[in-house]
């Protein structure tokens, strides 16, 4: 598999964002993700980049595996990260066979064009038990409506309104738990959002 913007550029992007979180915020959201994953099974780092969130999901004491369609990003995730297990894959999870206990996206989801998110979500709701737990963060922006592109550095993106990825993941059977916005700051172009939603009964 590969994503050229990501390979081509896999190095820089990694010297650019050495830690798991740019903010307290986003270290906070995803801790609170932690604390809802009750099943057994693997929990998916959908986009897992260079690792390192993966490995912060590893260090809680969870079965975390990274994904991810570039061949670069993978390699610098295995490299810093060799008890890990990391999967060629993009976000359909074609190749994950574990049972999942959850699913986190960080700013991955932003990659896939709006409408092939509708169609990754429904895949993953056909294979995830009644309450799993997903975690989906985004750029985000303050009008409602569609997705729309913004340009975003290494690859073609798209940012949600929250209301409107809500919207896609109640449709592909999903329910909202929570979100979390931020506005933008110093490190933050637009506003986030982080939604937690779980796997409708
Ligand atoms: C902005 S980085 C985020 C990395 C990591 N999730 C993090 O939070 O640090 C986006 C990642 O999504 C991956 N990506 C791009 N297209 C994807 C797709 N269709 N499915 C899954 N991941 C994808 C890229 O290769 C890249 O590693």
Redesign the pocket.
Known sequence: MT?P???AL?DQ?AAM?PE??QTPF?RHAVEAFTEVIRMPGSVV?????????THDLASRGLDAI?????AA?LALARNAYPQLRFID????LTHVDDPIAAI?????????PPD?VDA?LRSWASRLRPDTPVLI?VQSSDTPGPATPFD?A??P?WRWPADELSRVLSSAGFDEDWRLINRPDGVHRFPGVHILAHRRS
């Open positions: 994503q913007g990501y390979d896999a992007y964002f798991p979180y986003e780092d959908v986009g897992c980049g260079p690792g390192h969130v990274g994904c991810d369609p570039s990003m894959d993009d976000a359909t986190l996206a960080r700013f991955s989801l932003i990659h896939l092939r990754v963060a975003h290494v690859a993106a």
